[in-house]
């Protein structure tokens, strides 16, 4: 499963070796001081979490949702399994708008 590490002054999307395969992406790291929000939401299938298409990735609605969400204005990375919920990372001035990753 994905998971976020933090470091110092770093933010790590650490992705396995299958995830990296489902996504057609490596693990991403951002500068901290770049993040502007980070919050928990217990739903992740709704309307108000994501947006846009999925390109490219992996996707099976309510099993998972691997992968590049592309929408007019930016681009965000999910990584959501089942109906668990996520942590959603908002960030300025990155490649990614956010980071929507499924919490245990």
Do not use: C
Request: charge should be positive.
């Amino acid at each position: 499963m994905a998971k976020v590490i933090e470091s110092k002054d770093k933010l790590i999307l650490k992705l396995n070796f299958w995830e990296q395969i489902g996504s057609l992406h490596k693990s991403i790291s951002v500068e901290k001081s770049n993040l502007l929000e980070k919050k928990v939401v217990i739903n992740p299938w709704s309307k108000d979490v994501l947006r846009g298409v999925r390109a490219p990735g992996t996707g099976i609605p309510f099993v998972i949702l691997l992968g590049t969400m592309r929408f007019r204005g930016g681009k965000d990375f999910t990584a959501i399994y089942k109906r668990s919920p996520v942590e959603i990372y908002d960030f300025k001035n990155e490649s990614f708008n956010r980071w929507i990753v499924s919490i245990e």
